[in-house]
């Protein structure tokens, strides 16, 4: 046990101040003392194994130091009493690395697994087109190339509009209805596309899903960080992407064997691909209805009656989650936001850099891995052949996915981790522009396994966006903001393989490709530096501060003094980068 002053000692003493930091005065009989539970050690910010997590002694106590922990600072963050884990939050409560490891655990089992599952079979349903190319889709219906990229503009373009409407419902209604609702109304029209009959169905059913699949991803996110901490968080995102490559694979073969219909009722077999992964996808989304609890502490429901997780549990999920972002019970789990809160987001200039990225960084490899399993079929392979041979790429993609999500946790910097993307496809592209008709389709098969297969960074950006964003409603939009300029990215990916240029050798187009990888490595370069000048003065104006200013920063008194206050709150935030 420790002894700490409850409120009225730091209402009465008066802070000196000298850079002691020392209250004047001593205490008086009417000031009172309170007896609180130990804090566990503080976690050292030092680099990880690569392996396995830091080790704790098991039965020692593994509550972290927070702001509760102060009497002023505690009633600055104490929880709303309309945020819906109220009732289980506790400053004194206290916990062990043994409960902590079993509690988290338990959430990675019921909650994280079924969000990759959920995840999954968005990419099933997101994916088949390229897979539905190998067997005749583009003949069967009369299209070009240029009609396959303009539905797939289409699908980005409404993918980003729905990006943000979709986070704002989701606040509204809670993302525990709105992404199974998602999921159910997409399936359908995965479902509809067996009935497909040319290009204005095409065009219709790709500007439809982009609009029921928009702000999936972000909306999954936002669940998720209910339950994680922000040091949890970018290591399953990794593994929630690693869904999305299990579900190329696994999709290459189900199409494998799908494709292999082609005749039956007199229907093509991509038909039958879109018929029925649509189906399984709404299986999917009926049983999230009853995977997905709201909260941490509203898991009992007529069908679990029981919950999932005890009082002591749920009193551990609220308490480590706060003690590590305070911000997230600001709002409650179905507040939406207002249109000045929004726009104030919007106007937050220090997120830009990120947004710039996310819009370019994803350019450089997506128009070779979105005509991969096409132009393996132009080189003469079949239909199960070419589906077969995409599965090395998604595999690579899978391995180096991880072994750069944890290489930014390990060496701490997100820049550096997603700025080797760039690295890694430069030399590639280079390659791919070198060749003409007379190269071995290995080779080629080779070099584009190698780029499709890069080092997919997305999830590291995510987390960077995330972490670097204050609030649960800021967390919401940015990053909404943030997909939509990945969305972006991604119709000026769709067009610039163009159908007057022959795909196996795109000298215009990997011309582009290459100047926009190398554009790509300055904005990392300008970005780090960004940050950095800001996280500097940041660290200039705080030591320039006397105690006193550094408390009434903290305890908003004393504003009288303090004329610029307020303006350089906002300057004090550090940056990740």
């Given at each position: 046990?420790?002894?700490?002053l409850?409120?009225?000692?730091y209402?009465?003493?008066e802070?000196?101040?000298?850079?002691s930091?020392?209250?004047k005065?001593?205490?008086?009989?009417?000031d009172?003392?309170?007896?609180?539970?130990?804090?566990?050690?503080?976690?050292?910010?030092?680099?990880?194994?690569?392996?396995?997590r830091?080790?704790?002694?098991?039965?020692?106590?593994?509550?972290q130091?927070?702001?509760?922990?102060?009497?002023?600072?505690?009633?600055?963050?104490?929880?709303?009493?309309v945020?819906?884990?109220?009732h289980?939050?506790?400053p004194?409560?206290?916990?062990?690395w043994?409960?902590?490891?079993?509690v988290?655990?338990?959430?990675?089992?019921?909650?994280?697994?079924?969000?990759?599952?959920?995840?999954?079979?968005?990419d099933?349903?997101?994916?088949?087109?390229?897979?539905?190319?190998?067997?005749?889709f583009l003949?069967?219906?009369?299209?070009?190339?240029?009609?396959?990229?303009?539905?797939?503009?289409?699908?980005?373009?409404?993918f980003?509009i729905?990006?943000?409407?979709?986070?704002?419902?989701s606040?509204?209604?809670?993302?525990?209805?709105?992404?199974?609702?998602?999921?159910?109304?997409?399936?359908?029209?995965?479902?509809?596309?067996f009935?497909?009959?040319?290009?204005?169905s095409?065009?219709?059913?790709?500007?439809l899903l982009?609009?029921?699949?928009?702000?999936?991803?972000p909306?999954?996110?936002?669940?998720l960080?209910?339950?994680?901490?922000?040091?949890?968080l970018?290591?399953?995102?990794?593994?929630?992407?690693?869904?999305?490559?299990?579900?190329?694979?696994?999709?290459?073969?189900?199409?494998t064997?799908?494709?292999?219909?082609r005749?039956?009722?007199?229907?093509?077999?991509?038909?039958?691909l879109?018929l029925?992964?649509?189906?399984?996808?709404l299986?999917?989304?009926i049983?999230?209805?009853f995977?997905?609890?709201?909260?941490?502490t509203?898991?009992?429901?007529?069908?679990?009656p029981k919950?999932?997780?005890?009082?002591?549990?749920?009193i551990?999920?609220v308490?480590?989650?706060?003690?590590?972002?305070p911000?997230k019970?600001?709002?409650?789990?179905r507040e939406g936001?207002?249109?000045?809160?929004?726009?104030?987001?919007?106007?937050?200039?220090?997120?830009?850099p990120?947004?710039?990225?996310g819009?370019?960084?994803?350019?450089?490899?997506?128009?070779?891995?979105t005509?991969l399993?096409?132009?393996?079929?132009?080189?003469?392979?079949?239909?199960t052949?070419?589906?077969?041979?995409?599965?090395?790429?998604?595999?690579?993609g899978?391995?180096?996915?991880?072994?750069?999500c944890?290489?930014?946790?390990i060496?701490n910097?997100?820049?550096i981790a997603?700025?080797?993307?760039?690295?890694?496809?430069?030399?590639?592209?280079?390659?791919?522009?070198?060749?003409?008709?007379s190269?071995?389709?290995?080779?080629y098969?080779?070099?584009?396994?190698?780029?499709?297969g890069?080092?997919?960074?997305h999830?590291?950006?995510?987390?960077?966006?995330?972490?670097?964003?204050s609030?649960?409603?800021?967390?919401?939009?940015?990053a909404?903001?943030?997909?939509m300029?990945?969305?972006?990215?991604?119709i000026?990916?769709?067009?610039?393989?163009?159908?007057?240029?022959?795909?196996l050798?795109?000298k215009?187009?990997?011309?582009?490709?290459?100047?926009?990888?190398?554009m790509?490595?300055?904005?990392?370069?300008?970005?780090y530096?960004f940050?950095?000048?800001?996280n500097?003065?940041?660290?200039?104006i705080?030591?320039?501060?006397?105690?006193?200013?550094r408390h009434s920063?903290?305890?908003?008194k004393?504003?009288?003094e303090?004329?610029?206050?307020?303006?350089?709150?906002r300057?004090?935030?550090?940056?990740?980068?």
């Amino acid at each position: 046990m420790s002894t700490v002053l409850t409120k009225d000692f730091y209402s009465k003493g008066e802070l000196d101040s000298s850079d002691s930091g020392s209250f004047k005065g001593a205490l008086s009989p009417t000031d009172s003392v309170q007896e609180v539970p130990t804090l566990g050690a503080a976690v050292a910010k030092e680099a990880q194994s690569f392996w396995r997590r830091s080790k704790h002694e098991l039965d020692s106590v593994a509550t972290q130091p927070s702001v509760f922990d102060d009497p002023v600072t505690l009633e600055m963050y104490r929880p709303p009493a309309v945020w819906e884990n109220v009732h289980r939050f506790d400053p004194s409560a206290r916990w062990t690395w043994r409960e902590e490891y079993r509690v988290v655990r338990k959430i990675d089992v019921l909650i994280m697994v079924w969000a990759c599952v959920m995840f999954f079979s968005l990419d099933l349903d997101r994916s088949n087109i390229s897979q539905a190319n190998t067997d005749n889709f583009l003949g069967d219906l009369g299209l070009t190339t240029n009609d396959f990229n303009l539905g797939n503009t289409l699908f980005k373009l409404c993918f980003l509009i729905a990006e943000l409407p979709s986070q704002l419902i989701s606040k509204r209604v809670g993302p525990d209805v709105w992404i199974p609702s998602q999921m159910v109304l997409w399936s359908f029209v995965c479902v509809s596309q067996f009935w497909l009959s040319g290009r204005s169905s095409f065009l219709a059913t790709r500007c439809l899903l982009g609009f029921m699949q928009g702000g999936f991803i972000p909306d999954v996110i936002l669940y998720l960080s209910y339950f994680y901490t922000k040091t949890e968080l970018p290591l399953r995102l990794a593994w929630f992407w690693v869904s999305n490559y299990v579900a190329e694979i696994v999709g290459a073969f189900i199409a494998t064997g799908l494709l292999r219909l082609r005749g039956v009722g007199g229907r093509a077999g991509w038909r039958y691909l879109f018929l029925i992964e649509g189906a399984l996808t709404l299986g999917v989304g009926i049983a999230s209805f009853f995977m997905m609890p709201p909260s941490p502490t509203q898991t009992k429901a007529w069908f679990r009656p029981k919950g999932w997780f005890t009082e002591r549990e749920e009193i551990i999920m609220v308490n480590r989650v706060l003690r590590d972002d305070p911000s997230k019970s600001n709002m409650h789990n179905r507040e939406g936001l207002s249109v000045k809160k929004i726009w104030t987001i919007l106007k937050d200039w220090r997120m830009w850099p990120i947004y710039g990225l996310g819009i370019v960084f994803l350019v450089p490899v997506t128009p070779p891995q979105t005509y991969l399993t096409l132009s393996l079929r132009n080189l003469g392979y079949t239909t199960t052949q070419a589906n077969l041979l995409s599965v090395p790429s998604k595999f690579l993609g899978m391995i180096l996915l991880l072994a750069f999500c944890y290489l930014s946790e390990i060496i701490n910097s997100r820049i550096i981790a997603t700025a080797f993307l760039q690295v890694w496809a430069l030399p590639l592209l280079i390659a791919l522009y070198t060749f003409d008709h007379s190269t071995s389709p290995w080779v080629y098969y080779a070099v584009v396994t190698l780029i499709t297969g890069f080092p997919y960074v997305h999830p590291v950006q995510v987390a960077w966006a995330s972490t670097n964003s204050s609030g649960v409603g800021t967390r919401t939009v940015s990053a909404s903001i943030y997909n939509m300029f990945v969305q972006a990215g991604g119709i000026i990916a769709a067009n610039i393989y163009r159908d007057d240029d022959k795909i196996l050798v795109d000298k215009r187009g990997n011309r582009v490709l290459i100047a926009i990888c190398v554009m790509n490595m300055a904005l990392y370069a300008l970005t780090y530096h960004f940050y950095s000048g800001i996280n500097k003065r940041r660290d200039r104006i705080w030591n320039s501060w006397s105690v006193k200013v550094r408390h009434s920063s903290l305890d908003g008194k004393h504003q009288d003094e303090l004329p610029i206050q307020v303006l350089m709150l906002r300057a004090l935030e550090f940056y990740n980068m």
